[in-house]
């Protein structure tokens, strides 16, 4: 019964609610190998072996937000605060295009320091000095016309995690200052303007239900997103969700394989939370259906205070100057890393 909801959710990339709780209620070894094994099949139909690399560059850790799961939210004391300068951040970028990035990822708390106008200058120069790169931004809620100007100035993607799709869940997970319904707004504003658009949330983040995962995937086929980032919830011990348990590796890679067989032609990273809660978690990920890996270009001064969660990996391997053990890695289990915008494809 359950493998032929698998083999539903092939063919017409959706499930009833009773369907998708039957399926998450389901999940052990051999319904996840079946799961995996469809997904992979479906991401080489679209995307061969071929996995895309973005860049990822923190350029502030300051954050305006308080969100209870978050270890740069502004109510951490503890955060040793910095931020990346115009210079700095276009030195990233460089290292990044002679290393082979061709997407950079702009990510930062909400940080009001750096005004529109200034954001608009730095996604300016990016877009001209690298015609041949894409340009992602992940700097959180913002309104219609910021987000617009942005697109003007040559940005081409946005990230913005929904986090949970529901109001209640929501609530437990954040102050009452941030509301559900702006996040998913502004999600919908970015699509109208034309972003390729980027939604996601945590695995096993404090309180959620199966439910709660069912009304997730079901807000993400209504946004029809072209990259969809999902990871385990990994608790920072200077956060209230300190002594939560993290999500686990077996929730978060069955779930990407049903994103998979959701969004067949979605742009799904294996996440670096993915690779923090497992040594294999991203080569797992990728096993799983994902076709993304997004290594960290930022100055290796700064990346350990960029920490969400506990022990984030930000050294060795999964650096971007180790461009090379990463290729090696996912070589090893017949993928190959390319050097490619890799856009999203309909
Ligand atoms: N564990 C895992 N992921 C986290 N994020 C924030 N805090 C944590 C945590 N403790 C995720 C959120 C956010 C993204 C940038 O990182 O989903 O959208
Ligand atoms: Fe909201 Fe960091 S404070 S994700």
Known sequence: ????????????????????????????????????????????????????????????????????????????????????????????????????????????????????SELVDIVSIIRSSYTDCAITLSIGEKTYDEYKELYEAGADRYLLRHETATDEHYRKLHPKSQELSNRKLCLYHLKEIGYQVGTGFMVGSPFQTNENIIEDLLFIKDLDPEMVGIGPFIPHKDTPFAKMPSGTLETTLFLIGILRLMLPNALIPATTALGTIHPKGRELGILAGANVVMPNLSPVNVRKKYTLYDNKICTGEEAAECITCLRNRIGSIGYQIVVDRGDYRS
């Open 1 to 116: 019964m359950v493998y032929q909801l698998i083999d539903k959710l092939m063919c017409e990339h959706i499930l009833e609610k009773d369907e998708f709780l039957m399926l998450l209620n389901s999940i052990n070894h051999d319904t996840s190998e079946y799961l995996f094994h469809k997904a992979r099949e479906t991401s080489k139909n679209h995307f061969d072996t071929d996995i895309y690399i973005r860049g990822l560059i923190e350029f502030t850790n300051y954050c305006k937000n308080d969100c209870f799961y978050c270890g740069i939210r502004k109510s951490n004391s503890s955060c040793d605060r910095y931020r990346l300068s115009k210079e700095e951040i276009l030195e990233c970028c460089k290292v990044g295009h002679s290393l082979g990035f061709r997407t950079f990822v702009l990510q930062g708390g909400e940080d009001p320091y750096y005004t529109n």
